[in-house]
Each structure stands twice: as structure tokens, then as C-alpha cells.
């Protein structure tokens, strides 16, 4: 969502802001001026990385590899359930921005995109970096028009 998206947002728009990554998941919703946080716990395992071309002795016969499609068969099982416990999280009605590294927030997009209100909703994804909890509200407030009131500590 662009700038020129914010300033046409009203407190009668819903706007729900995810940062996800392997780990959690933090939503911040704007409901009638207001800003409500939920965090959901991913714990998924980390992806096995290629360790690149292996040299293997002609006459050993090895088992096919199948240790590690066990391992990522239960990563995505765990991903998946990780991301329906995001989706049933997401408020029904309104926009919907999806921040964070990798490449989840793509799955949680598609996700969403196949749910009940996916059709009539928009749905953005942008790859952000680790955010705070008051990172995400400030932005939140930002797109919406409404940012914090800054307050300046005067020294007397």
C-alpha cells in the first residue's frame, strides 16, 4: 500500500498488519480507532540447506534420501498448521498487509487469498526486516492516518 492508499483510509476501514517469520507471527489490527496486538508461535524447524554436490563411493548403494524428505514432509505439516492458526486470526472484513522475511508471508497471502473473504479483501505482501511491536503499531498508524502523537521529553 502506498502513502496515497493512507490518506483516503478512514477509522471505519479495517486494516490488519502481519509480520511473520519461521518463529511467530504478529498481527495488529485497526478496528474503529483502535490497535489490537495478537502474536501466534510458529516454532517451525529450521529448512535443511543443500550441502552441495556430495561425492558418494560408486560401489555404496545409499538409502535415497528419504531422511530428509521426512524431515521437510513434517515442516510443512507444521507450517501449514501454523498458518491456519494465523488465517483463523485474521479479521474477516478488511485490508490486509503481510510484512516479513523469506518466503511465508508469500504462503500466508496465498492462504488467505483462497479463504472465506479472500476474493473481496486486499491483500498485500513486502518483505520487511525484524519489527517491533511499536514498529508495526507506527506503521499501522501510518497507513491508516493516524500516527502517534509524538511526544518531545523537555529537560528542566
Do not use: C, F, N
Not at 3 to 22: C, F, K, N, V, Y
Not at 74 to 87: M, P, S
Not at 90 to 119: D, N, T
Amino acid at each position: 500500500m502506498s502513502s496515497a492508499d493512507s490518506s483516503h483510509r478512514s477509522d471505519e476501514q479495517p486494516l490488519t498488519l502481519i509480520w511473520i517469520d519461521a518463529r511467530k507471527a504478529v498481527l495488529a489490527a485497526w478496528d474503529r480507532g483502535a490497535v489490537r496486538l495478537e502474536h501466534v508461535i510458529g516454532a517451525l524447524p529450521p529448512q535443511e540447506r543443500s550441502v552441495g554436490h556430495v561425492r558418494l563411493d560408486p560401489a555404496v548403494r545409499h538409502g535415497g534420501g528419504q531422511r530428509q524428505d521426512k524431515l521437510e514432509h513434517r515442516r510443512y505439516e507444521r507450517e501449514q498448521h501454523y498458518l491456519e492458526a494465523v488465517v483463523a486470526r485474521v479479521p474477516a472484513v478488511g485490508a490486509v498487509e503481510i510484512l516479513g522475511p523469506g518466503e511465508l508471508r508469500l504462503h500466508l497471502a496465498r492462504r488467505l487469498r483462497r479463504s472465506r473473504a479472500g476474493a473481496t479483501r486486499s491483500i498485500a505482501t513486502e518483505p520487511a526486516g525484524p519489527l517491533t511491536e511499536a514498529q508495526l503499531i507506527a506503521r499501522l498508524r501510518a497507513l491508516v492516518g493516524h500516527p502517534a502523537r509524538r511526544q518531545l521529553a523537555l529537560a528542566r
